[in-house]
């Protein structure tokens, strides 16, 4: 079941890339039709889905690849990567019907998304170190030929930038896989053992430069401090469909594989670095406010709130190791926290960065300063982004209230010294506030006259994701009845 | 004696002979008879090179010619590989004058790989070593321009040189322990005087090296990559390297531990994967920009040398990495002789769109070179740096790693032009030129179809790792 839900878009693309006589219109929908099956089948899975036994997965698969190093095709899905296997399916089904009438070359960039797709699932659901590379590499390739192939301005470069960046992330993050499967006896690269076997508890050099790489290369991809300077040129230059897949599903991939690779399987060398992580954490949360606050161009700010949200996720996993520092329940509450403000931060951020694309497609800019007075000619497009900014600073009621708030009550609980993070949603209210009262209040100015409203297609897709971020936000239960047992397992893992 | 062991090479050796005798009766015309006779005698020596593999571990003549798993695996590699050299051949090289003597050097100049991959003996080593270099420089010269000749210079007064040195190393190990088979040299090597035995390994790795192509015996490689004609150079930088590092390898495996030689031997890899990087980055022909980054591949190869014995994937990795190499160099070399008037990465500029298989070939086997999954080489590399670990050279793995980064860099430079025309879509007057531009991308059949299958033959090994895995272990 798994596999189909990995393999459907990757066929999919495949029938796309190789079929070059359908039109730009048969792609379009057939694009949206293969991303609307893959939700559907995710929502099945998510219908069958039961909590499994502490350190198991739910619809496991495994097939051997490389028997030689012990490495096979294992799949699975728990709390963790559940929410984040259905974050991935919404996001892409959004572009799909954000895209339906950009006819620059659909066809191909419907392929390319359909294969961003796959990986981007099969990465979730991997239970097996080399999977979990390969699709985290596979998502790095499709991602710059996003950029190269459909961005605007200095889009090769910035591509490249990007490549090169999160690339040397991908390989640190090898080099901790080897040094883990070294240390294992018997040799494995499967994460379930693994994390049974916790190869590298008892040597803590190895251990910590283990850890190290490991954080290297998921740092680079979540991006904190001070990894994070490829990630405001690859926005500012991708499509909007590429910056809303980029910052809503890949650099989940960054905090995922904390929550999954780091603290399950190097508990201990985790909790010497904690201290570390929260401190990264934290600044991350400020220095992403702040610099954001000084942005002009609309996609760049949205770009640093990405590193201010994201700072809040890297506090909380921290946290998580601070053992001993206060109750277990405040150490589990912080990684629900963490794994909900990822879920919100991909919908709540997708939407925006879809919203930035249509200034740019109207206008050709996103320079804060080119519009006023929007709302009139523009009263859907003035409707949404005020929605997904007072979402975005953490206004209850929207999801990104749920996920903040678990956050800072697991994380003030261990370490009181993150209440210091409170300061950066206090920015980036101010931040969204002033961009809001800009570009779509007072006399209509600049770029604003003659401004076409939302497509239908364009209102669609993004209120769905925020229709969806405002339902987690009234109804937090079903989704964290998925998280929290996982969260849980997660925080008594780190104790070990 | 038991010769019939040696079916395979023998088949091979008369294959290049009957091409040669044949070509000197047949008119030009009719030149594509010998290319026939050559593909059939390749394509016999891989079946029984395939069938003798299934057997047990065996040795022919007195014990100087091992026939394992790993010649087995060799022997199949470099007939296929020989193979596909002789498709880009056809289109190169078709009703040319020099086009039978061509596929008679470089059927013996495989028999020589073949004869280094399986030689047990430091004598045999030697005879292979000759056999493999000198058709090449024939090759290298058979393009008959400035360039070629020039490199066909360079690489004969180097493969004079080394191997010079390569035959005084075997000269001095036989001096202090009285025999050339590897059976019976280990416990004499280990109570020879050890300076001598340093001063004969070191001779006999520089040969080897030059035949690999690896740091600091690799200056011929980038002129003969950018001067022979584009299926010599498709070749030179893959099938020679095959028994030259098997060869490496049993050499390697034997050596006392008088002396540290896995670091020695890992900071030739080091050294070779590095410069060959840093030396690729700047060039703007990309047979020129190739032969830089095989220079750098036979440092990712040296790796498992280097722990040969060390670890139990060693060997395995090796094998696994040489296949993988050359099914992927293959068919980036075939990309560029299926262009073979492009000869600046600049010109590459719109061929996504105007050949998307040739295009997405390019793209998968330059992937592939970096060591991107799924594809073979990245299950090589995989296991080649998790042996280094194994063995205890942690320094190595973090060095194999971070020249993928490097190596990056280049081969995006050429990557980044074939898809870089949707940027100036805007441009109307721009769009007109470049279409005219595109239309004129002309491929030469044979090497299209080579670099597709290479692509995607290279991604199929990568996937089946675990089969291909079983064969590379002789399970």
Redesign the interface.
Known sequence: MLSLVVFLPLAAAVVLAAV?ALGHRVAAWAWVGATALDLALVVAVWAGYRTPAAGRLAYEEQV??????NSSYHVGIDGLSLPLVALTAVIFLACAVYSLRDD??PRTRAALFLFLQGVSTGLFVSADL?LF??FF??SI?GMY?VI?????NN??RSA?KF??YT??GS??L??GF??L??YADP?TFDMVELAAQLPLNGSPVAGGWVLAAIIVGLAVKTPTVPFHTWLPPAHTDAPATGSAVLAGVLLKMGTYGFVRIAMPLLPQAWRAWAWVMVIVGIVSVLYGALVALAQTDLKRMIAYTSVNHMGYIVMAVGAAGLVGNGPAEARSIAVTGAVTQMVSHGLITGALFLLAGVFHDRAGTYDLGAFGGLAGPAPRLATLFAVGAFASLGLPGLSGFIAEFQVFTGSIAVAPVSAVALVGILVTAALFLRALQRVFTGPEAGHSAGFTDLRPAEAWAVGALLLLSLLIGVLPRPLLDVIEPAARTVAELVGR | MRPLLLLPEIVVFVGGLAALLAGSFLARRRQWITRVVAGVALVSAAVLAAIALAGSDLMAFEGTFRVDTATGVARLVACLGTLAALGLAADELADSPRESESYALLLFSTTGALVLAGAEDLLVLGAGFLLTSIPLYGLIGMARTGRGAEAAMKTYLLGALFGILLLAGVTVLYGVTGTTTYAELPDRLAAAPAGAVAAGTIGLLAGLLFEAGGVPAHFWVPDAAQGAGGAVAAFLTTIPKIGALLATYRLVALLPGTLDWPVFVGVLAAASMTLGNLAAYWQQDPRRLLGWSTVSQVGFLLVPVAVAGASPLALPSLLLYLAGYTVTNLGAFAVSTALPDRRELASYQGLGRARPWLGTSLVVTLLGLVGTPPTVVFVGKLTTATAAWDAGLAWLTVLVVLNSLLSLFYYLRWIEPVYASGRSREEAGEEAAEEAGEAAFVVRPWSARIAVAAALLSVALGIGAGPLWAVVTGR
């Open positions: 070059p051997p690849w490389i028997p030689g190093v620059d070359r080399i590379f390969l590499d596979l390739v030929f190269a192939g459909w961005g605007h889009a090769a490249l490549f090169l690339f040397l390989l640190a090898l080099v080897i040094g499967y070294v040799h």
